[in-house]
């Protein structure tokens, strides 16, 4: 691969909303998901690393809050307020909060190697 000046800036560019994303999920919550989300909307096409990066984060927040809520839902509607209900939504939404964690760092990974994030890449 040839040397590249700007390659340093647009690997620096990708890392901030994969960080982000992980800072909304462990750290702070609704503030880092408004950070991933304006992130995503202001990035111009110049950084295609940081626009896919900061898509596949907003995209995965998104995509996190749904299932997590409608699971708990469901479970809602099935079991109502018993121990069955809690058990079943605490471990769903734990298994998919830990789904998402790990998913932020492979492509925090990503974005420290340069590379674009796996998931979603039909939607990049």
């Known amino acids: 691969m040839r040397y590249s000046g700007n390659q340093g800036a647009e690997r620096e560019g ?3 909303p994969a960080v982000w994303y992980l800072l909304n999920l462990l ?13 995503a909307l ?15 984060g907003a995209i995965m927040s998104v995509t996190g809050a ?15 307020f018993t121990g069955m209900f ?3 939504a605490i ?5 998919l909060h830990t789904s998402f964690v790990l998913w932020g760092m492979i492509a925090l990974a990503q ?11 039909s939607l990049m």
């Open 66 to 80: 749904v299932l997590i809520s409608s699971g708990v839902t469901l479970c809602w509607l099935i079991f109502g």
């Open 86 to 88: 809690w058990t079943y």
């Open 91 to 95: 471990v769903w939404a734990i298994v």
């Open 14 to 16: 990708a890392i901030t």
């Open 27 to 39: 750290a702070l919550p609704i503030i880092g998901f408004v950070v991933v989300l304006w992130i």
């Open 42 to 56: 202001t990035t111009d096409e110049s950084q295609p690393l940081r626009k896919a990066h900061s898509r596949a």
């Open 111 to 121: 974005a420290i190697g340069g590379r674009r994030p796996y998931f979603p890449r």
